[in-house]
């Protein structure tokens, strides 16, 4: 029999949602398709749907929008092409199934278009009506974290219709050693690093070598044990090496730290529903990092990189999956044969 494909959508903001849907994809022996702006050769190239300014918060400042849609800008150009895109390609290629990642306009498409859908759930509070209306259409729900990280406050019912899938990343850089350093990682959701605070950080630790990478504002007096290296080609080495990293709760960096099994100080950044904060608390609560809600004071660093050393690494691997990839991808395969095979029954 032949497979219908998989479709993954693939939402632009950050880095985390492309790496997770091309380490399913690398791993499935189904079919998949990603659909985004900025695939690229790798699938379905969208047209952009971001605001004129090119910041995308997910707010379109339009008016009368539906209760059950978080995004819908009027006379949007880009909006009109890639909803035309994504239904043309589902009318040619009558998928199996559409996994969204993540987007409430996106899985409404898709299930308006007759194809069960699988909407990947980030932590936060999505119990908003966009979010929860999008969760009931939907086939079934992924959440690509550890069920203990869950927030107290999700739906009973969402829970029970949830699959969690931690470790969804691509394989682990391999053992290497270390390079001593401390590790400050910006990445691409968030402000840049200030540049002023990583110096005064540097100079109240002399005796140990400091590294940010990402973008970071100019820092004028560097200390000799400060290096700014900006982007990186290979980001999840240089945290598998690291000595402590430090960043913010973001997906693609939380993950990272999680498959190198690193000491961790995160400090969340604000996101739409408190995505940040809800790993951050989840990670506080099990004694997987240390979690600051401000950038401290310079004399609390050689305190803070101690606290974060003498964590156990238990509570770090224990919200790691090593097969992560494999096994979102062979649960996925096991929703699409089941719709497939459904669709046929009826």
């Not at 299930?111 to 939907?138: K, M, Q, W, Y």
């Not at 969690?164 to 394989?171: D, E, K, R, V, W």
């Not at 690193?262 to 739409?272: D, G, M, Q, W």
Request: aromatic fraction near 6%; charged fraction near 20%; hydrophobic fraction near 45%.
């Amino acid at each position: 029999m032949t497979r219908r494909p998989i479709g993954y959508y693939v939402h632009h903001h950050g880095a985390g949602h492309r790496a997770r849907a091309q380490a399913i994809a690398a791993a499935s022996s189904w079919p998949i398709t990603l659909l985004g702006t900025g695939v690229g050769e790798a699938g379905i190239d969208l047209a952009d749907d971001r605001p004129a300014s090119g910041r995308f918060d997910g707010v379109d400042a339009s008016g009368g929008r539906p209760a059950a849609l978080h995004y819908a800008p009027i006379d949007h150009d880009g909006v009109r092409m890639r909803v035309a895109r994504v239904a043309q390609w589902i009318a040619t290629e009558r998928p199996a199934l559409m996994v969204v990642d993540v987007s409430v306009e996106m899985a409404m498409l898709a299930r308006l278009a007759s194809v069960p859908t699988v909407c990947v759930r980030l932590n936060g509070e999505r119990n908003d009506a966009p979010h929860l209306a999008a969760f009931r259409s939907a086939a079934a729900l992924l959440a690509p974290f550890h069920a203990d990280l869950e927030l107290a406050s999700t739906p009973t019912w969402v829970r029970e219709r949830t699959c969690y899938l931690p470790g969804i990343t691509q394989a682990a850089p391999g053992t290497m050693p270390s390079s001593g350093r401390i590790l400050v990682v910006f990445g691409r959701g968030g402000a840049p690093g200030d540049g002023a605070r990583l110096a005064e950080a540097a100079r109240a630790c002399p005796d140990v070598q400091w590294r940010a990478i990402g973008p970071v504002s100019p820092v004028g007096d560097c200390p000799p044990n400060l290096e700014i290296a900006g982007w990186v080609d290979d980001a999840a080495r240089e945290i598998g090496a690291a000595d402590v990293v430090i960043g913010a709760a973001g997906e693609g960096l939380v993950g990272a730290i999680l498959v190198t099994d690193r000491p961790f100080i995160c400090l969340p950044e604000a996101r739409p529903f408190g995505e940040q904060q809800a790993t951050a608390s989840g990670l506080a609560r099990l004694g997987a990092a240390v979690v600051l809600q401000d950038w401290p004071e310079a004399a609390a660093w050689p305190s803070l990189l101690a606290q974060a050393k003498a964590l156990p690494s238990q509570a770090r691997q224990r919200l790691h999956n090593p097969q992560g990839a494999q096994a979102a991808a062979q649960w996925l395969g096991r929703q699409a044969a089941k719709l497939c095979a459904g669709t046929m029954a009826a």
